[in-house]
């Protein structure tokens, strides 16, 4: 639904036949944001950052500029802040303000592209004024014990991490000749469909929302868990069904699948241009990005909400669509429908007095969210509107969970 997303650019909407099935949301709010490469789409962490490489924005007439150590106001602070990105790689409010700042460097971006600039890493100079005698005595250390204290960012980068540099060059860009362009991507979703310990839905029956489509992330998802997410959900859906009576779907689940594909084909005409039809996709990513991604300011989340109703309005009418791109303009409907229901959680996060956390800024708000800590949300979608509700996160089971013990008993 983002315009800016490291997704691959085969991976488009679902979750909008889902919630309008009957599925129901999850922690709609909760996603992950972090720099990433915009042409060919990838997390630029680790030595990415430590290396250190020029964040450069150009205008319009192709004016260059430097932005960070405006932004910073002290080449020591800004260096350091991107350095600290190859630690600190997701977007995070804990790190505006102080300690690392390195979440200030996404701020820094977001905001020149704001203003119409297109921004990109530049590896083959250094900073202006860089010198290494300026690095924290973190970074100075790292880049020193790793034999890199030398040259400039791509000399580094080749010293530290030679196949990053080959990465780029198997997808036709040559960093040691060519700017890369980057933005503040969404990567994760960590909220999603609400279900049950056995991965089905909650208000849908004999539907498994697998993988990251469930929502079980919470507000900052570990390393590593959506790949184990991914296993246990499959296997914890997969006993379920087979221990079930019947593998067959119950006759009210086929009528409300039947019901949303009926509604889908009968937007089949015959005046609609598929350029059009992802142009409009375009569009409403760049909303997306715009007003619910990392940065959240209340009137633009009411703004893109009543933006996406209309175009919900609008859609039978304006897009009359001959069946050879049907399914591009179901993804479009999905991704309305999607979008209108996580701008929906967002708004009624705000209006609940939430502030900022996770990987996200509720512009206008002071200070880490705390009210919801013990909060779970719960997002329902019909018509058109989505409405949401609050309930108390359940405990975790106090249980004995010292690694030996529990694996001794699992091989007995």
Same mark, same amino acid.
């Given at each position: 639904?983002?315009?800016?997303?490291?997704?691959? &650019?085969? +991976?488009?909407?679902?979750?909008?036949?889902?919630?309008?099935?009957?599925?129901?949301?999850?922690?709609l709010t909760e996603s992950q944001y972090g720099i990433a490469s915009v042409k060919f789409r990838w997390n630029l962490s680790g030595t990415y950052?430590?290396?250190?490489?020029?964040?450069?924005?150009?205008?319009? *007439?192709?004016?260059?500029?430097?932005?960070?150590?405006?932004? %910073?106001?002290?080449?020591?602070?800004?260096?350091?802040?991107?350095?600290?990105?190859?630690y600190e790689w997701p977007f995070d409010p804990a790190k505006v303000g102080g300690g690392s700042r390195s979440s200030e460097v996404d701020i820094? @971006? %977001?905001?020149?592209?704001? /203003?119409?600039?297109? @921004?990109?890493?530049?590896?083959?100079?250094?900073?202006?004024?860089?010198? %290494?005698?300026?690095?924290?005595?973190?970074?100075?250390?790292?880049? &020193?014990?790793?034999?890199?204290?030398?040259?400039?960012?791509?000399?580094?980068?080749e010293k530290m991490n030679a196949p990053a540099i080959k990465l780029y060059a198997s997808h036709g860009i040559d960093l040691k000749s060519e700017?890369? &362009?980057?933005?503040?991507?969404? +990567?994760?979703?960590? !909220?999603?469909?609400?279900?049950?310990? *056995?991965?089905?839905?909650?208000?849908?029956?004999?539907?498994?929302?697998?993988?990251?489509?469930?929502? $079980?992330?919470? $507000?900052?998802?570990? !390393?590593?868990?959506?790949?184990?997410?991914?296993? $246990?959900?499959?296997?914890?859906?997969?006993?379920?069904?087979?221990?079930?009576?019947?593998? @067959?779907?119950?006759?009210?689940?086929?009528?409300?699948?039947?019901?949303?594909?009926?509604?889908?084909?009968?937007?089949?005409?015959?005046?609609?241009? @598929? *350029?059009?039809?992802?142009?409009?996709?375009?569009?409403?990513?760049?909303?997306?990005?715009?007003?619910?991604?990392?940065?959240?300011?209340?009137?633009?989340?009411?703004?893109?909400?009543?933006?996406?109703?209309?175009?919900?309005?609008?859609?039978?009418?304006?897009?009359?669509?001959?069946? &050879?791109?049907?399914?591009?303009?179901?993804?479009?409907? *999905?991704?309305?429908?999607?979008?209108?229901?996580?701008?929906?959680?967002?708004?009624?996060?705000?209006?609940?007095?939430?502030?900022?956390?996770?990987?996200?800024?509720?512009?206008?708000?002071?200070?880490?969210?705390? /009210?919801?800590?013990?909060? $779970? +949300?719960?997002?329902?979608?019909?018509?058109?509107?989505?409405?949401?509700?609050?309930?108390?996160?359940?405990?975790?089971?106090?249980?004995?969970?010292?690694?030996?013990?529990?694996?001794?008993?699992?091989? /007995?």
């Open positions: 639904i983002y315009s800016s997303t490291v997704y691959p &650019e085969s +991976q488009t909407c679902a979750i909008g036949a889902a919630l309008e099935a009957g599925a129901e949301g999850m922690n950052q430590q290396v250190i490489p020029r964040y450069v924005s150009v205008g319009g *007439d192709g004016d260059e500029k430097e932005f960070l150590s405006e932004y %910073f106001g002290d080449a020591r602070a800004a260096l350091s802040a991107v350095f600290m990105k190859g820094a @971006v %977001f905001s020149e592209i704001k /203003k119409g600039r297109r @921004v990109f890493l530049d590896f083959t100079k250094n900073p202006t004024g860089f010198d %290494f005698s300026l690095l924290s005595d973190e970074a100075r250390t790292y880049l &020193e014990n790793s034999d890199a204290l030398i040259g400039t960012p791509i000399d580094r980068l700017m890369l &362009e980057i933005s503040v991507c969404a +990567q994760h979703n960590n !909220g999603g469909l609400a279900l049950t310990t *056995d991965y089905e839905s909650t208000t849908l029956s004999r539907f498994y929302p697998v993988g990251e489509c469930g929502g $079980v992330f919470g $507000v900052h998802r570990p !390393g590593g868990s959506a790949l184990n997410s991914t296993q $246990v959900s499959g296997a914890r859906a997969a006993q379920k069904i087979a221990a079930s009576s019947s593998a @067959v779907p119950t006759e009210s689940a086929a009528r409300q699948a039947k019901a949303v594909y009926g509604a889908l084909a009968s937007l089949i005409g015959d005046k609609m241009n @598929v *350029d059009d039809v992802l142009q409009k996709r375009r569009e409403y990513g760049e909303i997306m990005s715009h007003a619910g991604a990392f940065m959240r300011e209340k009137s633009a989340v009411d703004e893109a909400i009543a933006y996406f109703e209309k175009e919900y309005r609008a859609f039978d009418e304006t897009y009359k669509i001959p069946a &050879e791109y049907l399914s591009e303009a179901m993804i479009n409907y *999905d991704v309305i429908i999607t979008s209108l229901t996580y701008l929906s959680a967002i708004r009624d996060y705000i209006a609940n007095g939430g502030r900022s956390r996770g990987s996200y800024m509720i512009v206008g708000t002071d200070g880490i969210d705390e /009210k919801h800590f013990d909060k $779970v +949300q719960y997002t329902s979608y019909a018509d058109g509107k989505a409405t949401s509700r609050f309930e108390d996160r359940r405990p975790i089971p106090d249980s004995e969970q010292w690694f030996e013990k529990v694996y001794n008993k699992f091989i /007995k």
